[in-house]
Nanobody, 125 residues
Framework: QVQLVESGGGLVQAGGSLRLSCAASGRTFRTYAMGWFRQAPGKEREIVAAISSWSGSRTYYTDSVKGRSTISRDNAKNTVYLQMNSLKPEDTAVYYC?????????????????WGQGTQVTVSS
């Protein structure tokens, strides 16, 4: 069992930055691929970014955040990060951290086994 706790959300003006953190419990964090998803009101949950297990040598970004966001992981701290820059009002959503046992389909939420409770990100115009 892996427990995930997100932090770092908040209210920011358009053009600003935030760094989201997701702290994981357990000794097997490095063996999980990690993803960040978001869900805006009235919309489906969507992938934002993902990073492969172990060294995190592979990353994935949805088109809308490419060039503005960076996902990274620190296995010594059991933490995955999402640095978001040049934030836009359309980035407003609840952001969820998720862990997947298998490095396969990063996009589908069905591939992820554990989820955090989410952290709210609000970008004002």
């Amino acid at each position: 069992q892996v427990q995930l706790v997100e932090s770092g959300g908040g209210l920011v003006q358009a053009g600003g930055s935030l760094r989201l953190s997701c702290a994981a419990s357990g000794r097997t964090f490095r063996t999980y691929a990690m993803g960040w998803f978001r869900q805006a009101p009235g919309k489906e949950r969507e992938i934002v970014a993902a990073i492969s297990s172990w060294s995190g040598s592979r990353t994935y970004y949805t088109d809308s955040v490419k060039g503005r966001s960076t996902i990274s992981r620190d296995n010594a701290k059991n933490t995955v990060y999402l640095q978001m820059n040049s934030l836009k009002p359309e980035d407003t959503a609840v952001y969820y951290c998720a862990a997947a046992k298998w490095d396969s389909d990063y996009v589908s939420s069905r591939n992820y086994d554990y989820w955090g409770q989410g952290t709210q990100v609000t970008v004002s115009s």
